[in-house]
């Protein structure tokens, strides 16, 4: 039986009145909306430090919680696709979004900015698997690459675009116009969601098993938070709170796997890792997202540090590797429902390692041109690899099992991406740490000096993790359709 008509006939049959153009619209404008306010406001904290009397570290909530909110919410988010039709998830992601970005926008205080954040972050954990699972649910496996690939291009432009559009509004307007731009787009897509979205998702009501709920929360949540505050923090990993949250994360985490093998309908059913492509992918996707993660943090901090680079320089750097990352996600997306997945994940591993290793030699003098085709051409190798392992793992798990699959992919990307900034940063400052070491009143040119051996040793790790995604890209294969494959005992 051929997959598309299979699918289609599915759909038809289940869904008669599905459009399925207007309904990825809608579902692409609020998920653009809600992962472009994950990076908008990193440019404007100074700026809202100064409005409103608060300290660095206080400010650094408005952008940690949202990161914490989401990885502790996506990983339940298979219940919520499970237990509600789409039409109200999607409903209550943009309301809860839009709520929010009023909230934020008119906020007296920081108390009710960061009440703001929050709400925001609960619609946003909901939105982001939804859209997974319904590109799933209406798009044939043959097709999903492309369809996989505007997300990719949502999930990479507009964290590429954030930091630009707030540097423009902060320098013009208050950083509240950050969030009152946002108002009428969320308002437009919520609006349309009410009007022409339709049910694609199955409804299965099943329990809520209170404890793992518990359970993730405090794992993923307790990861997030560790490795996200020994990245921003001084101590690092050394700091009593960040050794605490990773503890309890750890344990909890350990905890909620061996209950959910226990169950007979787990929270989120963990046995997607039996499957084989979409384990390889889950890692293959991890130690991607690590390194570039990293890189975007890493990377600002040397060019303005020891390249002597401005903050505007370094931005407009950054930003053609994002808008060419977004921009070939479709075509790569395309490519794969073509070729399969190894023609563009074994070259476009190789180009990650060899751009990573070019890193190393990027040293005080180079010319600005240099530093902005190797990024190119590093957020190439990552569109190369991102959604097309992604999907070709998603495509190899039967139908009841896609909740939990997007699930517990949207959650180790977020996790992994926290991994990757502590884990580079504490690499980056060791390094440092190291090459002063004896030296009581160090120089300009020996400061320099120390934090391009830190961040050498740091590009080094990544080149090392590159190594790993190489090795990975040679044994991943073309998932069959998930109707055709014989489920992993």
């Known amino acids: 039986m051929a997959v598309a008509s299979s699918s289609e006939a599915t759909i038809h049959q289940n869904f008669p009145d599905v459009k399925v153009v207007p309904l990825l619209a809608v579902l692409l404008s609020g998920a653009f909306v809600a992962i472009l306010n994950e990076t908008i406001l990193n440019v404007a904290l100074q700026a809202i430090m100064g409005d409103l009397g608060i300290a660095s570290s206080t400010a650094q909530w408005l952008v940690t919680s949202y990161m914490l909110v989401i990885g502790t919410l996506i990983p339940v988010s298979a219940y919520f696709i499970q237990r509600f039709t789409t039409r109200q998830l999607f409903i209550t992601a943009m309301g809860l979004f839009t709520l929010g970005t009023v909230i934020a926008g008119i906020s007296p205080t920081f108390s009710v900015l960061l009440i703001g954040r929050l709400t925001q972050a609960f619609g946003t954990a909901i939105m982001i698997p ?6 799933l649910a209406v798009i044939p496996v043959k097709k999903r690459g492309a369809a996989m690939g505007m997300i990719g291009l949502v999930i990479m ?3 590429a675009v954030g930091p ?3 540097g423009v509004i902060i ?5 509240r116009w950050l969030f009152y731009l946002i108002i009428p787009i969320s308002l437009m897509s919520l609006l349309f969601g009410v009007f022409l ?6 409804v299965t009501r099943p329990k809520l098993d209170l404890p793992s709920f518990l359970l993730s929360t405090l794992g993923f949540g307790g990861i997030v938070f560790g490795f996200s505050s020994a990245g921003e923090g001084e101590a690092g990993f050394t700091d009593p709170m960040v050794m605490i949250a990773l503890v309890i994360g750890f344990v909890c985490l350990g905890l909620f796997a061996w209950r959910q093998f226990k169950m007979d309908e787990p929270l989120l059913d963990i046995r997607v890792l039996r499957y084989r492509n979409f384990a390889l992918a889950i890692v293959m996707v991890m130690m991607v997202m690590m390194t570039m993660f990293a890189m975007m943090l890493v990377l600002p901090m040397y060019m303005q540090t020891a390249l002597l680079f401005s903050a505007v320089v370094t931005g407009l750097i950054m930003l053609p590797g994002g808008l060419v990352n977004g921009a070939l996600s479709p075509v790569m997306g395309r490519i794969f429902d073509k070729v399969g997945p190894r023609p563009i994940l074994i070259p476009g591993a190789i180009l990650l390692l060899g751009t990573v290793f070019s890193f190393r030699f990027m040293t005080p003098g180079v010319d600005v041109w240099i530093v902005v085709i190797q990024y190119m051409v590093l957020m190439v190798s990552v569109a190369m690899i991102l959604m097309p392992a992604q999907t070709n793992g998603l495509n190899q798990l039967p139908e009841k099992l896609y909740p939990h699959g997007t699930a517990i992919a949207n959650t180790l990307m977020q996790v992994s991406g926290a991994i990757g900034a502590a884990l580079f940063i504490s690499i980056m400052e060791n390094g440092r740490t190291n090459a002063l070491a004896g030296i009581d009143s160090p120089t300009p040119e020996q400061q320099i000096a120390a934090v391009t051996v830190g961040s050498q040793q ?7 993790i590159a190594c790993v995604v190489v090795v990975i890209a040679l044994f991943v294969k073309r998932s ?3 109707d055709e494959v014989k ?3």
């Open 130 to 135: 939804l859209l997974f699972n319904v590109i």
């Open 157 to 159: 432009f507009a964290p």
């Open 164 to 166: 630009t559009v707030s």
């Open 171 to 175: 320098e013009t307007l208050s950083w």
């Open 197 to 202: 979205l339709k049910n694609v998702t199955r």
């Open 458 to 464: 740091s590009f080094f790790t990544g080149f090392l």
């Open 480 to 482: 069959r359709p998930a």
């Open 487 to 489: 489920e992993p005992s």
